[in-house]
């Protein structure tokens, strides 16, 4: 996770067709989230980026697919104003204990 004036971006690595929705783990320095749709016409980035804008509290729009929009190892920025409040619920989402 990096962490500017207005933005944090983090390194996701996607697992569609799961189960179950929410972070895995964490691998190397990338966030392991399984989601539940496939990899078909962008359904599995959108509820990706529907659950991280849910976890971290901002609103979907700011979210953005920097890298990867067609693999499973994925760069995300997330736009805003309080970067380190969405860098703590980031840390929460990993570490859950």
Request: charged content about 30%; aromatic content about 2%; glycine content about 6%.
């Amino acid at each position: 996770m990096r962490v500017s004036i207005d933005e944090v971006v983090i390194e996701v690595t996607a697992k569609p067709g799961a189960s179950r929705r929410g972070v895995i783990g964490v691998s190397g320095d990338r966030l392991v989230i399984a989601i539940h749709s496939q990899p078909d016409k962008g359904k599995a980035n959108d509820e990706l980026i529907e659950y991280l804008a849910h976890e971290m509290r901002v609103p979907r729009s700011a979210l953005l697919i920097v890298r990867g929009e067609a693999s499973r190892r994925k760069t995300i920025r997330v736009v805003t104003h309080e970067p380190i409040k969405v860098a703590s619920r980031l840390r929460k989402i990993a570490n859950p204990k």
